[in-house]
């Protein structure tokens, strides 16, 4: 059998040929991030129609890594952090290229971050910014012309703001220390707060206020109130009164489309197995079936003209890369802009398989599997099916959110070196309801971890994964599930990677970033308390167990990182070293909460490569 060929690690971890492109108001321009002759992403921009783009910024550092247009169209908005550090400023540029960006936040230690942008209100944007107190976040109207500051709301312990169409910072979230949460609302900026929607602890999670329609009078809000799972209402702010626009029994709601003009709720967006779009409006009918027979693929709407006559949007699928399209809605037609990593073409690319198992407790979880392409792996004996193959168990970070079907670096990298990549939505992921997510509290090392055996067990059962050839690597809260593998259970493992991972829950809980405010609260009533609960937590940290890890590790670490700092890394590897135990330790100096820079990201993956198969035998780039 001729060998499946090697895809680059520099065309799936370096930088891509463009991404996250965005439709102007007026629907005539589209700016997206690509690399600039030196390799940074940053901004260009150009009329879509004549593809005549340019770069509007000129960040040499770490590269733009998100923008949006303002409501008029007139500038290109971006916040930039120092090296990783997440004291954000907001920065303003011209789309023609024609003057240098501005910085609309020049304040040093302060985060800056946009809260809203809205072309009914095109003259202004909110922002939240901690000046007064560095964990608190207060509301700011912004003129991006000029850059003058309107405050418009003090924070008063809130973790969400809404404006409405005129601007106006008319509802909050404020969450309380035993995990309820309330909604407030307002009639205008002088005016006293008042409950709207009031949830328990087990519904905080899911409360997320949308926005308001046109005029003002009807929030659209995602609440597990009633429900187990996040369900959109339309609430009216005078009456209290709320009707549900769409639910489904299993899965959240998690997004929502509405009109530019109106604010009204058009369709939704559910993650089951894949991204289910679910159209509320039947004027829009017409509209998606043009663009689901226009490319295969999950369909998403990153963006709509202030018209309604342009819609950009992206087609994602599994096994190749996502391509972005504008579809005139006059026509019914769409035009192709390009894809996101037109090298992939040139390659084999793994089909992403949905899988679900009854965890130890009986708790049903879902994830996904991807197989190496044939000439990946030697064939498997006649008639046995899928080899038993080595795999790598990938456990998302956060740990509040969840894998996806579709195209992923990652994954496509594994299967292509001959592993099983598996992907698991443990219990604590969302999308699954409340019930599920919930579930993952205080379970962090605890009954979160056995779903991430129980499904490596799954798959052994299954016949597909070798049961001694098992991998686990993860970053963030992915990284410490990697670092708990590796300590309590290590006769699961041949070897673990983690990237970014706490490994003392109570030096990390303690540590948090004071940006981020109310969260610390949360993860204290979810994780547990450093005050009150010491030794419960520190039972549930890898640094207690280190002196029973005996697989080789390698670990990864940004020395700027404000969230998981390099103290946590550094305090496992000393207790490796004096323990004998094969280890690789990578500090990259100008990296934060990951690894951005395409250098940096370059050698951490070569180093995991040559990690992964020399423990587990897979395949590897020798460039």
Not at 246 to 268: I, L, N, S
Request: proline share 7%; hydrophobic share 40%.
């Amino acid at each position: 059998m001729t060998a499946h060929p090697l895809i680059p690690r520099s065309v799936l971890f370096g930088n891509p040929d463009r991404m996250s492109p965005a439709l102007s108001p007026c629907g005539r321009f589209l700016a997206y991030l690509a690399p600039d002759a030196r390799g940074v992403l940053n901004v260009h921009a150009g009329p879509w129609e004549g593809r005549e783009f340019r770069p509007v910024t000129a960040d040499a550092g770490r590269g733009v890594r998100a923008f949006a247009w303002s409501g008029d169209g007139r500038v290109l908005l971006y916040a930039q952090d120092r090296d990783g550090d997440e004291n954000t400023r907001l920065y303003a540029a011209d789309p023609a290229g024609a003057a240098p960006a501005r910085d609309l936040t020049p304040y040093d230690g302060v985060q800056a971050r946009i809260v809203a942008i809205d072309p009914r209100c095109p003259d202004r944007v909110l922002i939240g910014l901690n000046l007064r107190d560095r964990a608190r976040h207060d509301a700011y109207r912004l003129d991006p012309a000029t850059g003058k500051l309107d405050l418009a709301a003090r924070d008063e312990g809130f973790t969400r703001w809404v404006a409405d169409d005129r601007m106006r910072v008319r509802g909050a979230v404020r969450a309380a220390d035993d995990g309820s949460a309330v909604l407030l609302v307002r009639a205008d900026e002088d005016a006293p707060w008042r409950e709207l929607h009031r949830v328990g602890a087990e519904d905080a999670p899911a409360l997320r206020p949308f926005g308001f329609t046109t005029g003002g009078r009807h929030l659209l809000l995602l609440s597990s109130l009633g429900s187990d799972t996040a369900r959109l209402l339309r609430v009216d702010t005078v009456t209290g009164d709320s009707e549900v626009l769409y639910e489904d029994p299993r899965y959240d709601v998690e997004g929502v489309g509405t009109h530019p003009v109106t604010g009204r709720a058009q369709f939704v967006l559910v993650r089951r197995e894949r991204n289910d779009i679910e159209v509320l409006d039947p004027s829009l009918a017409a509209d998606f079936e043009a663009l689901r027979a226009a490319a295969r693929g999950d369909v998403t709407v990153l963006g709509r003209d202030r018209a309604d006559r342009h819609w950009l949007v992206q087609h994602n699928t599994d096994d190749g890369p996502a391509g972005y399209r504008v579809l005139r809605r006059e026509t019914g037609r769409t035009v192709f802009l390009f894809s996101h990593l037109p090298a992939l073409d040139a390659h084999g690319l793994a089909r992403v398989e949905p899988f679900s198992f009854r965890a130890r407790d009986g708790l049903r979880v879902h994830g996904y599997l991807t197989f190496p392409p044939a000439g990946s792996v030697p064939p498997a004996p006649s008639g046995t099916g899928h080899r038993r193959l080595p795999a790598v168990l990938c456990v998302h970070g956060g740990p509040w959110t969840r894998d996806l079907w579709g195209f992923r670096s990652e994954a496509q990298w594994l299967a292509n070196r001959g592993y099983l990549c598996i992907q698991v939505n443990f219990r604590g992921s969302t999308g699954y309801g409340k019930r599920f997510t919930n579930a993952g509290d205080r379970e962090w090392g605890g009954r979160m971890q056995d779903d991430l055996q129980d499904a490596v067990r799954h798959t052994v059962a299954l016949g597909h994964t070798d049961p001694g050839r098992v991998a686990v690597y993860g970053g963030s809260y992915g990284g410490y599930a990697a670092l708990v593998g590796a300590a309590f259970t290590p006769d699961d493992y041949r070897c673990a990677v983690a990237v970014a991972a706490p490994s003392s829950l109570i030096t990390f809980i303690e540590s948090v970033p004071a940006t981020w405010g109310p969260m610390a609260a949360m993860l204290r009533r979810r994780v547990g308390s450093p005050e009150t609960e010491r030794d419960f937590l520190w039972s549930r940290s890898p640094l207690s167990a280190a002196d029973r890890i005996r697989i080789p590790l390698l670990i990864g670490q940004g020395a700027r990182d404000p969230r998981v700092r390099s103290e946590e890394s550094e305090r496992l590897v000393a207790a490796l070293r004096r323990n004998g135990v094969p280890h690789e330790y990578l500090l990259f100096p100008d990296e934060g909460h990951g690894f951005v820079r395409p250098r940096n990201r370059l050698a951490f993956y070569a180093a995991v490569e040559r990690f992964l198969a020399q423990h587990l035998g897979g395949r590897y780039e020798e460039t």
